[in-house]
């Protein structure tokens, strides 16, 4: 869950935020998933959560009908209205992904969030998609897209929980070091969590990443 902490690195270091997507190995992946996330939300209302700079809200804009793009973060929202979007399509909102307010049920068609999964406890997963189902409705789209673990390129784990959750200690750009939780999830794992809760459920596993897209029951 987005913990004071890790609401703090990332208000911290929102200027470096995009950074991980100038790493040229994963380029071959981003283009792939970019070709993916345009076609699932062709002519869809979007609320994207845990947005960050609007790295993937310039993209989904150009295909959806709509998007609202939160993000916990002032800091992160401020650096998102500064790409200039089409003011007609998307509409930014500080939101926290993790205390949803009421009253979306029926404005959205599909929700978006890249990197927040991972910051989701093992144990609370399930729950978790309940709340969504109960706060945007039936048959939602939901797509998620977060990071694979890769050895050598991935930040190793500084300790793991007795359910299972990875941590890992972060050096911010105030030189403050954050201990943050971040799950690697593989493809067993996220079908047995969703399956109570979504249908048509689908994950691509790349190098760096996968996305899973389903419907929420």
């Known amino acids: 869950m987005i913990t004071n902490q890790l609401a703090q690195f990332y208000a911290v270091n929102a200027d470096n935020y995009d950074q991980v997507y100038a790493q040229e190995e994963r380029f071959d992946d981003l283009d792939d998933l970019q070709e993916m996330v345009a076609e699932l939300f062709q002519g869809h209302k979007v609320l994207e959560l845990a947005c960050g700079t609007a790295y993937w809200t310039d993209l ?4 959806a009908e709509s998007v609202h793009a939160t993000d916990l973060v002032p800091e992160m929202i401020a650096l998102a209205e500064t790409r200039g979007l089409d003011e007609d399509v998307v509409t930014f909102g500080v ?5 949803l307010p009421d009253g979306l049920e029926g404005k959205y068609t599909a929700v978006f969030a890249a990197g927040l999964w991972a910051h989701v406890k093992r144990e609370d997963q399930e729950k978790y998609l309940k709340t969504l189902r109960a706060k945007l409705g039936k048959d939602v789209l939901l797509v998620l897209l977060d990071e694979s673990y890769v050895d050598g390129n991935s930040m190793v784990f500084a300790r793991t929980d007795l359910e299972g959750n990875t941590f890992q200690i972060l050096t911010a750009d105030d030189g403050q070091r954050y201990e943050v ?4 999830l593989t493809d ?3 079908r047995k969590r969703f399956a109570a809760s979504a249908r048509q459920i689908r ?3 790349l190098e ?3 996305l899973l897209s389903c419907r929420l029951k």
Do not use: G, P
């Open 188 to 190: 067993s794992t996220l």
């Open 203 to 205: 994950v691509e596993r």
């Open 208 to 210: 760096y990443y996968y």
């Open 60 to 63: 989904i804009a150009e295909v």
């Open 95 to 99: 939101m926290d992904a993790f205390n």
């Open 181 to 184: 939780m971040k799950n690697y």
